[in-house]
């Protein structure tokens, strides 16, 4: 089941989805986390963010809406608590990493350069903040930058986390294979809206938010399987995975490595039974190793 | 591991319009079950993904029973397929949730449970734990805060406190709040421990604040993990928060019942 992503080996190619899994640490009393291919944890900031009023959540039939603003504690508190934490587990660490500013973001990376984490995400995709996130992810002259930006800081693989709110996300993966990403994952959440028609307010304090959840594969599968056309950087593909068939159809779009979100509040342990299903769908079709799931749909 | 639960609805009622009692055969969790937690319940239709958080009403450990009552927020609804769901049908939950109420400080004082609407359901396991607790109902004042005359579970408290009803129709008791309620009767309280509504709750805490009396409060929030990963369900806090390093706390792990005088209302 082992994938090598960015010259990282995963033990097999089933993630956690930033934003979705906190650090782990809660998500361990239902998992073990060393089952997993990595952890990626909820995207930390030079400083502590407060995140967005309340309410952040919304659910949407087939998905949900959510605008939490990337509330993190900070890479201070991060380095000290979270990184040791999942340090105990044998599987990878990816640390998801937002800035309001493309110094912000340097910031970050600099600082975990010496710590023990495996790869690094880079959120410039996160409609939920008024600064820095989407702004950065939706023009392909500012994504090459940051990405140069914060692969000359850092020490361990870049991905590029895209966002899907692009007209031409070939466009966007190119940009940030220009400027020297190690891979690309997507698609982030999707800019939604809810309206409680009977008191006729928005849902969410935040008015809009990022759509996530099943509705949303069939947009992610597209997005995946163009990038990945677009570029030879390996891709990390997620957006609605609730099932090891789900898992399957990205790596056949392309992906060399799935993450999970939404699906972990509908089960706590929905990553290691997605990594069950996956392993079940290679039994039934005589697949041997996972690696010959990745690009193989039949043009 | 801790997991999900299977459990099979035993009983389903409706108590009052759009207010509904469920009882559900769920070993597990009622055997680790305390006032002021709650579970999380799974829907049957897998495009309504996120579980609904539902207050425990009460637990027997014994027969290994939940009881939960909820309001239904639309026939369209989550909670609206919740209550057509039949005895015997399954029902797939994780829980319990959360810190319930710290009832041990109570000690020997006077006790106010002050519940507001379906704030009120998790107040009769408070109010059976304190009554074993102290051996008597005498120096426990229940305080209950509804819209109109249909005073669900008010007649279930009687044995375990004194019941003081306030109505915002004045049908039942006091006509207007659970305050109005509480100063039309002169009641004074050593302690107290609330559910309910936020204007409720943000006005017992002023209550409490101004007589120095030591006051918890159960926060609701849109929740989604339910398990304290997502932080969606955050209350703002007065003090930055040793886990989240901001002035935020999450309602369903590290509450719901928190300190009145640590929440910002």
């Known amino acids: 089941m082992k994938v090598n992503l960015a010259g990282v080996t995963l033990k097999n190619p089933v993630m956690t989805a930033s934003g979705t899994f906190g650090s782990g640490q809660e998500f361990s009393e239902f998992v073990d986390l060393s089952r997993l291919g990595a952890v990626v944890t909820k995207g930390v900031a030079s400083h502590p963010w407060e995140g967005n009023p309340t309410p952040r959540v919304a659910e949407v039939y087939g998905g949900m809406l959510n605008a939490v603003g990337l509330q993190n504690p900070g890479i201070d508190r991060f380095c000290e608590r979270d990184i040791p934490f999942l340090s105990r587990f044998d599987t990878r660490i990816m640390v998801n990493v937002c800035g309001h500013t493309e110094e912000e973001y340097c910031e970050v990376v600099e600082r975990l350069a010496d710590e023990p984490v495996d790869l690094l995400e880079i959120n410039i995709s996160c409609p939920n903040v008024k600064e820095g996130g989407i702004a950065f992810g939706t023009d392909p002259k500012a994504v090459e930058s940051i990405t140069r930006a914060v692969r000359r800081h850092a020490k361990q693989p870049v991905i590029m986390k895209l966002s899907p709110n692009v007209t031409s996300i070939e466009d966007m993966a190119r940009a940030a294979e220009a400027g020297g990403a190690d891979g690309i994952s997507l698609i982030n959440t999707i800019t939604g809206m809810k309206i409680d028609v009977s008191r006729r307010k928005f849902v969410l304090a935040n008015k809009t938010g990022g759509m996530s959840g099943p509705a949303i594969k069939p947009v992610a599968v597209r997005m995946v399987y163009q990038a990945s056309h677009a570029v030879r950087i390996p891709v990390i593909g997620m957006g609605g995975i609730m099932t090891g068939e789900d898992a399957a159809e990205f790596m056949l779009a392309g992906a060399t490595a799935v993450s999970v979100g939404t699906a972990n509040f509908v089960d706590p342990a929905a990553t290691v039974r997605i990594l069950a299903e996956l392993e079940d769908y290679m039994r039934r079709t005589g697949t041997e190793d996972v690696n010959e799931l990745i690009g193989a749909v039949a043009e | ?265």
């Not at chain 2, 014994?62 to 399954?90: C, N």
């Not at chain 2, 409490?208 to 209350?235: F, H, K, N, T, Y």
Request: aromatic fraction near 6%.
């Open chain 2, 1 to 265: 591991m801790r997991k999900k639960e299977e459990g099979t609805i035993l009983s389903q009622e409706e108590i009052c319009p759009g207010i509904f009692d469920l009882r559900v055969k769920a070993p597990n969790a009622a055997a680790a079950a305390s006032a002021g937690q709650f579970v999380d319940l799974y829907l049957q239709d897998p495009a309504r993904l996120l579980p609904r958080p539902i207050s425990i009403c009460s637990a027997d450990p014994t027969q290994g029973i939940l009881r939960l009552i909820y309001r239904v927020s639309g026939d369209k609804t989550g909670t609206g397929e919740l209550s057509r769901m039949k005895p015997g049908s399954a029902l797939s939950l994780l829980g319990p949730l959360g810190n319930g109420f710290p009832l041990t400080e109570a000690g020997d004082g006077h006790v106010f449970l002050v519940g507001g609407g379906v704030g009120i359901p998790p107040l009769l396991q408070a109010a059976g734990e304190l009554l074993d607790l102290r051996g008597r109902a005498e120096n426990t004042d229940i305080i209950l805060g509804y819209r109109d005359r249909n005073s669900f579970l008010a007649r279930e408290f009687e044995p375990l406190g004194r019941v003081v009803i306030a109505t915002e129709d004045g049908s039942v008791g006091t006509k207007g709040t659970v305050l109005d309620a509480i100063r039309a009767e002169k009641l004074h309280a050593d302690v107290i421990f609330a559910c309910g509504p936020k204007p409720m709750l943000a006005a017992l805490a002023r209550y409490a604040q101004e007589r120095e009396i030591p006051c918890w409060v159960s926060m609701e929030e849109r929740m989604a993990c339910g398990i304290g990963a997502c932080l969606a369900c955050v209350c703002r806090t007065k003090e930055t928060d040793g886990h989240s390093n901001v002035k935020n706390r999450r309602v369903c792990k590290d509450g719901p019942v928190f300190r009145a005088d640590e929440i910002e209302f």
